[in-house]
């Protein structure tokens, strides 16, 4: 069974970077996409970005093309999502998903229903 453990998140300052890191322990997910979501109070879930089984591909929201880049390391079975340019709009609990990549394209992994296993969240506060 797949088992996401996200780290990373902290309070930063506007204009700051964090990594966040998804692992999983079973290394079950090298076949799966994999994606980060995000969720300040109040709000829905939204994609972030979300990365393809092999790491060759990513896609991003409008909100962080440009300044958040997600990315894979194969052997250790672990995503990364490196932010930069941080604003206080990106503070949020940012959760790892995961879904059987079932050669489904990454334009249409890019809502929450789409993945079947989540991770516990890391929470991100970006402050002046």
């Known amino acids: 069974q797949v088992q996401l453990v996200e780290s990373g998140g902290g309070l930063v300052q506007i204009g700051g970077s964090l990594r966040l890191s998804c692992a999983d322990s079973?290394?079950?997910?090298?076949?799966?996409?994999m994606a980060w979501f995000r969720q300040a109070p109040g709000k829905e879930r939204e994609f972030v970005a979300c990365i393809s089984w092999s790491g060759s591909n990513q896609a991003y929201s409008d909100s962080v093309r440009g300044r958040f880049t997600i990315s894979k390391d194969y052997p250790k079975g672990t995503i990364y999502l490196q932010m930069d340019s941080l604003k206080p709009e990106d503070t949020a609990t940012y959760y790892c998903?995961?879904?059987?990549?079932?050669?489904?394209?990454?334009?249409?992994?890019?809502?929450?229903?789409?993945?079947?296993?989540w991770g516990q969240g890391t929470r991100v506060t970006v402050s002046s």
């Open positions: 998903a995961a879904v059987n990549h079932g050669g489904v394209s990454l334009q249409y992994r890019q809502t929450a229903d789409q993945y079947d296993y």
């Open positions: 079973k290394r079950t997910y090298n076949a799966f996409t």
